[in-house]
């Protein structure tokens, strides 16, 4: 039985439609993403799997259970990580996560035993008695994240975990989440950084508008809406550029010009060589590489910037 499952599941605020009739399913013990620009619904849809915002309508059942009736049963066995650190900053780091397991009904000799168990795992074990306002950005997060995790759920819900953290912090927090889900717990996670997702999520889905629009692992959209390389051009003027498009594109190749560098994408790189050397096309520089999952995301929501 499916950990989570939405059926047409939808939420809006007066006349917008933030999410529109979307279905999924989530797993035991895998790793699920939302991807999305800004405004594709995402937070919404992971409001109503923690059981803070209502449903306007479809189902949603989690454990089995219906989120509408047994909210707090369900919030129970979750841990959620928000977009943005709630901690009290005027206390210890410890005293957050003791204070914290309270809310569960906890014995305070197992939370206790619990947050240290914890903060050893987020390396936090020397700052254990620091006020937490002064910390960094990255201690922070680490606390956040070991706070979600005192009760112990079965379920943690990451909205956008890492952003604003530095590479170092971010590849800490990737080896810790793979941790937990080696141990078996399920984990549901939006992000923005696309190699976070192709790092974590065993499937995912990409939003748009309220709605699905691909779903799969990250080597399925890949193979499904890319090709296997994209090179990437940049060329000495814009006529030279407009120019080398045309020819670039034989074939039905698709090739995307930007205001900075033209993309072709290509099952093999040596093939967009070759006919720029056939064509006596000049560039400045050619950079191969692989296609990735932010090649799909460009092309299936677009490039232009989407304010909050």
Same mark, same amino acid.
């Given at each position: 039985?499916?950990?989570?499952e939405?059926?047409? @599941?939808?939420?809006?605020?007066?006349?917008?439609?933030?999410?529109?009739?979307?279905?999924?399913?989530v797993?035991?013990?895998?790793?699920?993403?939302?991807?999305g620009?800004?405004?594709?619904?995402?937070?919404?849809?992971m409001?109503?799997?923690?059981?803070?915002?209502?449903?306007?309508?479809?189902?949603?059942?989690?454990?089995g259970l219906?989120?509408?009736?047994?909210?707090?049963?369900?919030?129970? !066995?979750?841990?959620?990580?928000p977009?943005?650190?709630?901690?009290?900053t005027?206390?210890?780091?410890?005293?957050?996560?003791?204070?914290?397991?309270?809310?569960?009904? @906890?014995?305070?000799?197992?939370? !206790?035993?619990?947050?240290?168990?914890?903060?050893?795992?987020?390396?936090?074990?020397e !700052?254990?008695?620091?006020?937490v306002?002064?910390?960094?950005g990255?201690?922070k !997060?680490?606390?956040?994240?070991?706070?979600?995790?005192?009760n112990?759920?079965?379920l943690?819900?990451?909205?956008?975990?890492t952003?604003?953290?530095?590479?170092?912090?971010?590849?800490?927090?990737?080896?810790?989440?793979?941790q937990?889900?080696?141990?078996?717990v399920?984990?549901?996670?939006?992000?923005?950084?696309?190699?976070?997702?192709?790092?974590?999520?065993?499937?995912?889905?990409?939003?748009?508008?309220?709605r699905?629009?691909?779903?799969?692992?990250p080597?399925?959209?890949?193979?499904?809406?890319?090709?296997?390389?994209?090179?990437?051009?940049?060329?000495?003027?814009g006529?030279?550029?407009?120019?080398?498009?045309?020819m670039?594109a034989?074939?039905?190749?698709?090739?995307?010009?930007?205001?900075?560098?033209?993309?072709?994408?290509?099952?093999?790189?040596?093939?967009?060589?070759?006919?720029?050397?056939?064509?006596?096309?000049?560039?400045?520089?050619?950079?191969?590489?692989r296609?990735?999952?932010?090649?799909?995301?460009?092309?299936?929501?677009?490039?232009?910037?989407m304010?909050?």
């Open positions: 039985m499916s950990l989570i939405g059926k047409g @599941l939808t939420k809006h605020f007066d006349d917008f439609v933030a999410v529109d009739g979307i279905d999924f399913e797993e035991p013990g895998e790793a699920f993403g939302f991807l620009p800004n405004g594709a619904g995402k937070t919404s849809t409001r109503m799997i923690g059981c803070v915002s209502p449903l306007t309508d479809g189902s949603l059942t989690m454990f219906d989120a509408t009736t047994h909210g707090p049963e369900i919030r129970g !066995r979750l841990g959620s990580v977009q943005e650190d709630s901690l009290d005027e206390l210890t780091v410890l005293d957050n996560l003791l204070i914290y397991g309270r809310y569960f009904d @906890l014995p305070r000799r197992e939370i !206790r035993a619990r947050a240290e168990e914890l903060l050893e795992f987020m390396q936090l074990t !700052r254990r008695n620091d006020r306002d002064p910390l960094s990255g201690m !997060r680490r606390l956040t994240i070991a706070r979600s995790l005192i112990q759920p079965e943690i819900l990451l909205d956008e975990p952003t604003g953290l530095d590479p170092q912090a971010r590849h800490m927090l990737w080896e810790r989440f793979y937990l889900k080696r141990q078996g399920t984990m549901v996670l939006t992000t923005h950084y696309m190699d976070e997702a192709e790092q974590l999520c065993d499937r995912l889905v990409i939003m748009d508008g309220g699905i629009v691909a779903h799969g692992s080597r399925e959209l890949i193979a499904q809406h890319s090709t296997r390389e994209v090179v990437e051009l940049r060329f000495p003027h006529e030279a550029r407009d120019a080398a498009v045309p670039l034989e074939g039905n190749r698709r090739v995307e010009a930007l205001p900075d560098r033209v993309l072709v994408y290509a099952h093999d790189g040596d093939e967009v060589a070759s006919l720029i050397d056939e064509h006596g096309i000049v560039v400045d520089s050619m950079y191969p590489r296609s990735t999952l932010e090649d799909v995301f460009l092309i299936l929501t677009g490039r232009s910037l304010e909050e």
